[in-house]
């Protein structure tokens, strides 16, 4: 088995890495906390299932701070040579999936649950123990930093016991002799309450006898009674077919006597809403005729009220008119006014804008300048030019003159400037008279420079003066510029504005003109009211005639319908006159049927058997209750019978449990696991100590003690002597529980392992043993140890691994 690859996203400071392995031995290194560890975390978590919070207290913390959810996929080879990745995520909804690869493409493998995927992992990773892979890695496969130590510097002897036991998978045997002591206390106190309870049922089963006898003597009088009940509820049926008869036509007369009256009485309805109806008749008759005459008038009422309405709807339109006539003069006041004062506004405002041009025109001619000032301005840049020229020249003679200060001087001393050595040009003359010319014709040039300069320097002044000037009045006269442009604007604006009231006076105009045609229609409606007052008089005249049509208009109309309904209720009330002699014929032969005295008798007879049928069925009931009851109580104590014989079985059988128990405790339990810890502590021994031999270079054995303890033994003066605990070094036991782990992890059987910084408190000898030791392994070497891993995992800074190592993995 190899794991080939690891994906890191989101898991703590890996935001996205990837990490390829080798076979044999591989090194993580780099500075501390670039997440070596991390990488050990995440293949416990992804490969194995360990908890997230066994690495940290929050399972938040295991997520890239920022982020939410963090994924791991491992690549791995199982031993079959075929490739699988597993994954899991961190955070809600966490997902645990294994993949298989298949012509190059993963494809996940289905499980119903996390227990299925381990289950599969365990197989492909051919750890088969009991225990979870989990609890393999975290207690011997890949322990965390801080647990290295954990087990073998527990100082007490039981709890280091216990650990060690539950690391080998043997502490089952001691905790079975443990528990088991309290099953055999659990058995006897079972078989104690099983025979307390037996006494108390005993005594409830002496009276099944007697209840059995009660009970059939209940069931023979039961059936007794339901015989005498059989025979009486004949000759009740009997009497009920007779009586039903009987019954039958004392109903019927019944009934017939109530439809007489019945009939009787709807005659008697009948005949009073004739009468009503009759009345209902002449009242329409005379509301048609009242209708006939009226007719008229109602009709010129409502000519009338309809002219009268269409004044109104005139007045309306009137009232309209002179709103709106009125409007019109407020508005041709306003239009007047208006323009009134804006023609005023606009001839202000001309006056005011010709001032302003006359005064802006006068200012603009007050500071024109003449053409001195503008040719002398023109000529400061020609000036300054000659001036810096002059003054270079100046600078060009004041070092000539310079220079030839410190040839005279060296020629005084005979010597040439030149070529550092007898000056033969003055070896007849001397150096005075060689620069007085010079130096003279340099001060006349010199003077006459200084001359050209103060003249320049007066020109320039001038020139500046006319210049300054020059740009004052420039800057004056763009102002002025830029007032006679606003002034342009401003008559401009004036004048658009005197264009608009043109406008204004055509809106004045038609204004008018709206208002007379207002006044034109206005002049129609001057009759209006007087037409009103006609109108009212007239429909107050017809008033009358229209309120008696419409009273009498609804009963008018019903006349036909009222006499419709005459004529069918004197049809009905004939039916029913005809209908009750036919029932009263039929009720007088009904009557001659009957006899009363006979009905009576019957009835009589009826009730007698009726009670006596009730009191039978009264006790049939009571005597159900009573053979239910028995039969109840019977079979209760015949459960409670079988339940004595229940509890004996089971006491029989405890009993057979404890003999059981007890020898399981005493012959095996008790000595099992105190054999398989000291088999496995021989063979890990062995392993270890040879590992140990070549990690500490020393002559000492390594061996695991009672209750595992970490022994060492060597010969001081021909004796043997033998330390523990407190007594070896801080790298003694480091050695120690490396050569014990390496020793376990192939007892075992596992085939991949992790150590996280295995070389701390070793000293520099150790750590290079240590590294050769790895390697010894790696390869096989007989007196190591054979080679029974496929992939060592390491997280170290000692670069005595970088000479041992497949593969080393720096990590920034």
């Given at each position: 088995m190899q794991i080939l690859s690891i994906h890191l996203k989101n898991i703590k400071s890996h935001r996205d890495t990837e990490l390829t392995f080798s076979s044999g031995i591989n090194v993580l290194s780099g500075p501390n906390g670039v997440g070596k560890s991390t990488i050990f975390e995440a293949i416990g978590y992804t490969l194995f299932?360990?908890?997230?919070?066994?690495?940290?207290?929050?399972?938040?913390?295991?997520?890239?701070?920022?982020?939410?959810?963090?994924?791991?996929?491992?690549v791995f080879q199982s031993a079959a040579a075929e490739r699988y990745r597993v994954s899991r995520t961190v955070g809600a909804p966490s997902k645990w999936l294994l993949a298989k690869e298949v012509g190059g493409v993963f494809e996940v493998e289905e499980h119903k649950d996390?227990?299925?995927?381990?289950?599969?992992?365990?197989?492909?990773?051919?750890?088969?123990?009991?225990?979870?892979?989990?609890?393999?890695?975290?207690?011997?496969?890949?322990?965390?930093?801080?647990?290295?130590?954990?087990?073998?510097?527990?100082?007490?002897?039981?709890?280091?016991?216990d650990k060690f036991d539950e690391i080998l998978g043997i502490d089952t045997w001691r905790k079975t002799f443990n528990e088991t002591k309290a099953l055999t206390s659990a058995i006897n106190a079972r078989v104690e309450a099983l025979e307390s309870a037996i006494a108390p049922l005993q005594s409830q089963v002496a009276e099944l006898p007697a209840k059995r006898e009660e009970h059939q003597a209940a069931q023979q009088d039961l059936v007794q009674a339901e015989q005498e009940l059989a025979l009486q509820q004949q000759q009740l049926n009997d009497l009920e077919g007779v009586l039903l008869t009987v019954d039958q036509r004392e109903k019927d007369i019944k009934g017939l006597e109530k439809e007489v009256e019945n009939l009787k009485e709807r005659i008697s309805n009948g005949n009073e809403m004739i009468g009503k109806q009759k009345l209902l008749v002449d009242e329409a008759e005379k509301a048609h005729k009242i209708i006939a005459e009226t007719t008229p008038g109602k009709k010129a009422y409502e000519q009338v009220e309809k002219q009268l309405n269409e004044l109104r709807e005139k007045v309306k339109i009137q009232?309209?008119?002179?709103?709106?006539?009125?409007?019109?003069?407020?508005?041709?006041?306003?239009?007047?006014?208006?323009?009134?004062?804006?023609?005023?506004?606009?001839?202000?405002?001309?006056?005011?804008?010709?001032?302003?041009?006359?005064?802006?025109?006068?200012?603009r001619k007050a500071l024109s300048l003449d053409d001195q000032q503008k040719a002398?301005?023109?000529?400061?840049?020609?000036?300054?030019?000659?001036?810096?020229?002059?003054?270079?020249?100046?600078?060009?003679?004041?070092?000539?003159?310079?220079?030839?200060?410190?040839?005279?001087?060296?020629?005084?001393?005979?010597?040439?400037?030149?070529?550092?050595?007898?000056?033969?040009?003055?070896?007849?003359?001397?150096?005075?008279?060689?620069?007085?010319?010079?130096?003279?014709?340099?001060?006349?040039?010199?003077?006459?420079?200084?001359?050209?300069?103060?003249?320049?320097?007066?020109?320039?002044?001038?020139?500046?003066?006319?210049?300054?000037?020059?740009?004052?009045?420039?800057?004056?006269?763009?102002?002025?510029?830029?007032?006679?442009?606003?002034?342009?604007?401003?008559?401009?604006?004036?004048?658009?504005?005197?264009?608009?009231?043109?406008?204004?006076?055509?809106?004045?105009?038609?204004?008018q003109q709206q208002l007379d045609e207002k006044q034109k229609v206005l002049d129609t409606y001057r009759r209006l009211q007087s037409d009103i007052e006609e109108a009212e008089k007239n429909k107050a005249h017809y008033q009358e005639d229209r309120d008696r049509y419409l009273a009498n208009q609804q009963q008018a109309h019903e006349l036909a319908h009222r006499r419709t309904d005459l004529e069918k209720f004197t049809k009905h009330l004939k039916q029913l006159q005809d209908d009750l002699a036919a029932k009263e014929t039929a009720f007088s032969e009904a009557v001659r049927e009957y006899d009363a005295a006979e009905h009576e008798r019957l009835r009589r007879q009826k009730e007698t058997l009726w009670g006596g049928v009730s009191a039978l069925g009264q006790?049939?009931?009571?005597?159900?209750?009573?053979?239910?009851?028995?039969?109840?109580?019977?079979?209760?104590?015949?459960n409670i019978e079988g339940e004595i014989t229940a509890k004996r079985g089971q006491i029989t059988t405890y009993k057979e449990k404890d003999e059981l128990v007890k020898f399981l405790r005493n012959r095996v339990f008790r000595n099992v696991s105190g054999h398989l810890s000291e088999r496995f502590r021989e063979e890990i021994s062995?392993?270890?100590?040879?590992?140990?031999?070549?990690?500490?270079?020393?002559?000492?054995?390594?061996?695991?003690?009672?209750?595992?303890?970490?022994?060492?033994?060597?010969?001081?003066?021909?004796?043997?002597?033998?330390?523990?605990?407190?007594?070896?070094?801080?790298?003694?036991?480091?050695?120690a529980v490396v050569a014990l782990r390496l020793a376990m992890l192939q007892t075992i059987g596992a085939r991949i392992a992790f150590f996280d910084e295995p070389t701390s408190n070793l000293d520099v000898t150790r750590r290079e043993n240590l590294a050769h030791a790895f390697r010894a392994i790696d390869v096989g070497k007989e007196e190591v140890t054979e080679h029974w891993y496929d992939q060592l995992f390491l997280i170290s800074h000692d670069v005595a691994f970088t000479e041992i190592t497949d593969q080393i993995i720096p990590l920034t």
């Amino acid at each position: 088995m190899q794991i080939l690859s690891i994906h890191l996203k989101n898991i703590k400071s890996h935001r996205d890495t990837e990490l390829t392995f080798s076979s044999g031995i591989n090194v993580l290194s780099g500075p501390n906390g670039v997440g070596k560890s991390t990488i050990f975390e995440a293949i416990g978590y992804t490969l194995f299932g360990v908890d997230a919070q066994s690495f940290v207290g929050n399972v938040e913390r295991f997520v890239t701070i920022g982020a939410r959810r963090g994924e791991i996929a491992v690549v791995f080879q199982s031993a079959a040579a075929e490739r699988y990745r597993v994954s899991r995520t961190v955070g809600a909804p966490s997902k645990w999936l294994l993949a298989k690869e298949v012509g190059g493409v993963f494809e996940v493998e289905e499980h119903k649950d996390s227990k299925e995927t381990e289950g599969r992992l365990k197989e492909l990773l051919e750890l088969r123990s009991v225990r979870s892979l989990a609890e393999q890695f975290e207690l011997v496969i890949g322990p965390f930093q801080h647990d290295f130590l954990g087990p073998f510097v527990i100082k007490q002897p039981s709890r280091r016991r216990d650990k060690f036991d539950e690391i080998l998978g043997i502490d089952t045997w001691r905790k079975t002799f443990n528990e088991t002591k309290a099953l055999t206390s659990a058995i006897n106190a079972r078989v104690e309450a099983l025979e307390s309870a037996i006494a108390p049922l005993q005594s409830q089963v002496a009276e099944l006898p007697a209840k059995r006898e009660e009970h059939q003597a209940a069931q023979q009088d039961l059936v007794q009674a339901e015989q005498e009940l059989a025979l009486q509820q004949q000759q009740l049926n009997d009497l009920e077919g007779v009586l039903l008869t009987v019954d039958q036509r004392e109903k019927d007369i019944k009934g017939l006597e109530k439809e007489v009256e019945n009939l009787k009485e709807r005659i008697s309805n009948g005949n009073e809403m004739i009468g009503k109806q009759k009345l209902l008749v002449d009242e329409a008759e005379k509301a048609h005729k009242i209708i006939a005459e009226t007719t008229p008038g109602k009709k010129a009422y409502e000519q009338v009220e309809k002219q009268l309405n269409e004044l109104r709807e005139k007045v309306k339109i009137q009232r309209q008119q002179e709103h709106e006539a009125a409007d019109l003069k407020n508005q041709l006041a306003r239009l007047t006014e208006r323009l009134k004062i804006e023609t005023l506004t606009t001839q202000r405002t001309r006056e005011e804008l010709a001032a302003e041009e006359q005064a802006l025109t006068a200012s603009r001619k007050a500071l024109s300048l003449d053409d001195q000032q503008k040719a002398l301005a023109q000529r400061l840049p020609a000036i300054q030019v000659n001036l810096e020229g002059v003054r270079k020249q100046l600078g060009l003679l004041e070092g000539r003159r310079v220079a030839l200060e410190e040839g005279s001087e060296k020629l005084a001393e005979g010597v040439c400037p030149f070529f550092q050595e007898p000056c033969l040009n003055i070896a007849t003359s001397p150096p005075a008279d060689l620069f007085s010319a010079k130096f003279s014709r340099l001060d006349q040039e010199r003077q006459s420079l200084q001359d050209d300069v103060l003249r320049l320097e007066r020109e320039e002044k001038t020139a500046s003066d006319a210049n300054d000037q020059l740009k004052a009045v420039a800057v004056r006269l763009e102002g002025l510029d830029s007032q006679l442009v606003k002034l342009a604007e401003r008559r401009t604006v004036n004048e658009l504005k005197a264009a608009s009231l043109a406008g204004w006076q055509q809106e004045q105009t038609a204004a008018q003109q709206q208002l007379d045609e207002k006044q034109k229609v206005l002049d129609t409606y001057r009759r209006l009211q007087s037409d009103i007052e006609e109108a009212e008089k007239n429909k107050a005249h017809y008033q009358e005639d229209r309120d008696r049509y419409l009273a009498n208009q609804q009963q008018a109309h019903e006349l036909a319908h009222r006499r419709t309904d005459l004529e069918k209720f004197t049809k009905h009330l004939k039916q029913l006159q005809d209908d009750l002699a036919a029932k009263e014929t039929a009720f007088s032969e009904a009557v001659r049927e009957y006899d009363a005295a006979e009905h009576e008798r019957l009835r009589r007879q009826k009730e007698t058997l009726w009670g006596g049928v009730s009191a039978l069925g009264q006790k049939i009931k009571g005597l159900v209750v009573d053979v239910a009851r028995l039969a109840v109580e019977v079979d209760k104590l015949r459960n409670i019978e079988g339940e004595i014989t229940a509890k004996r079985g089971q006491i029989t059988t405890y009993k057979e449990k404890d003999e059981l128990v007890k020898f399981l405790r005493n012959r095996v339990f008790r000595n099992v696991s105190g054999h398989l810890s000291e088999r496995f502590r021989e063979e890990i021994s062995q392993r270890a100590n040879r590992i140990y031999r070549i990690i500490s270079e020393v002559d000492e054995e390594l061996a695991w003690g009672d209750n595992y303890q970490i022994v060492l033994r060597d010969m001081v003066d021909d004796d043997l002597r033998e330390r523990a605990d407190d007594q070896l070094s801080g790298g003694q036991i480091m050695s120690a529980v490396v050569a014990l782990r390496l020793a376990m992890l192939q007892t075992i059987g596992a085939r991949i392992a992790f150590f996280d910084e295995p070389t701390s408190n070793l000293d520099v000898t150790r750590r290079e043993n240590l590294a050769h030791a790895f390697r010894a392994i790696d390869v096989g070497k007989e007196e190591v140890t054979e080679h029974w891993y496929d992939q060592l995992f390491l997280i170290s800074h000692d670069v005595a691994f970088t000479e041992i190592t497949d593969q080393i993995i720096p990590l920034t």
